[in-house]
């Protein structure tokens, strides 16, 4: 594999285990949830706490998520167990057993959480809403940990892939051959 394609890999790695459709979802409804930060009501607080948990399990629930193409040629989705996948409906000829629950898989969802904490958390609109002070008196952190923050878990993201095909990510037949083998595939380029 060149520098390139071992390059798109890692950021297909990253898109894949990133909370991106939970961020999105976030950016779009805590303006209105916050007020845009003046959470004059303490509805808004509620409303905006019970929100970034529901989100945080979000991304933490989908690092534990996988799918396979049963035998019915239909793509199903489960949930990591120490014994496999489950539900295991209608897996035909599928071993769910191989998809057990991993550490790798605690880490990535460790991580996935984090970022989202970061980036619910450190919010213009929810910094204001829940501690105004903070804006002012930590502006670096606010500035300054996010990135940090991001590089670390994409380091981890991209060293040390995750094999999970979860919701939203169904399992393409590019990648049989490296979950399968767990080695390069080599594509050969014909000139006419």
Excluded at 40 to 50: D, E, G, T
Excluded at 94 to 109: C, I, M, P, T
Excluded at 144 to 168: D, K, S
Aim: glycine share 8%; charged share 10%.
């Amino acid at each position: 594999m060149g520098i390139k394609d071992i390059a798109l890999t890692g950021v297909g790695n990253l898109i894949r285990v990133l909370p991106t459709g939970t961020v999105f979802l976030f950016q779009f409804l805590n303006p209105v949830l916050t007020n845009n930060g003046q959470c004059n009501m303490s509805v808004n607080k509620i409303l905006s706490a019970i929100f970034i948990a529901v989100s945080a399990f979000s991304c933490c629930f989908a690092s534990f998520t996988d799918s396979y193409t049963g035998s019915d040629g239909k793509t199903h989705y489960g949930i990591a167990t120490t014994k496999g996948l489950w539900p295991s409906t209608s897996s035909g000829s599928v071993d769910l057993s191989a998809y057990k629950l991993r550490v790798g898989d605690f880490v990535h969802a460790f991580f996935a959480l984090i970022v989202f904490a970061v980036i619910s958390l450190l919010d213009s609109n929810t910094v204001r809403c829940f501690y105004p002070a903070f804006e002012s008196t930590e502006k670096v952190l606010l500035q300054a940990l996010p990135p940090v923050i991001g590089t670390i878990a994409g380091t981890v993201f991209v060293v040390f892939p995750n094999t999970r095909h979860g919701i939203g990510y169904p399992y393409s037949s590019s990648d049989s051959t490296q979950d399968s083998e767990d080695t390069p595939s080599f594509h050969i380029l014909r000139t006419s």
